[in-house]
């Protein structure tokens, strides 16, 4: 079993920042491959980013391509997904997921464990 625990969200004005931090409760965090997804308003959770086990692979949805980052610390268990010039279509509740696999997926049903989320809101 798995916990996780985001924090960092917030309300922000567009073209600002910010950073999300996903804390792991498992000692074999590092087993896992790691990701960030959201859901907007009124909308189905669609992902984000993905980092593998080791942290050398990520990848990206077209929509934050170049302005996300997703990193982690497997020596503190945690995945961070850095968040700037953001948008007020960033707006969502982010959400932390793991999977118990070295390789990263980017499809919901591929994740294991879930967060409650953290909640981003973006001002025009």
């Known amino acids: 079993q798995v916990q996780l625990v985001e924090s960092g969200g917030g309300l922000v004005q567009a073209g600002g920042s910010l950073r999300l931090s996903c804390a792991a409760s498992?000692?074999?965090?590092?087993?896992?491959?790691m990701a960030w997804f959201r859901q907007p308003p009124g909308k189905e959770r669609e992902f984000v980013a993905a980092i593998s086990w080791s942290g050398d692979s990520t990848y990206y949805a077209d929509s934050v391509k170049g302005r996300f980052t997703i990193s982690r610390d497997n020596a503190k268990n945690t995945v961070d997904l850095q968040m700037n010039s953001l948008k007020p279509e960033d707006t969502a509740v982010y959400y932390c997921?793991?999977?118990?696999?070295?390789?990263?997926?980017?499809?919901?049903?591929?994740?294991?464990?879930w967060g409650q989320g953290t909640q981003v809101t973006v001002s025009s």
């Open positions: 997921a793991a999977r118990r696999n070295n390789y990263y997926g980017t499809k919901i049903h591929e994740y294991d464990y």
């Open positions: 498992r000692r074999t965090f590092s087993n896992y491959a």
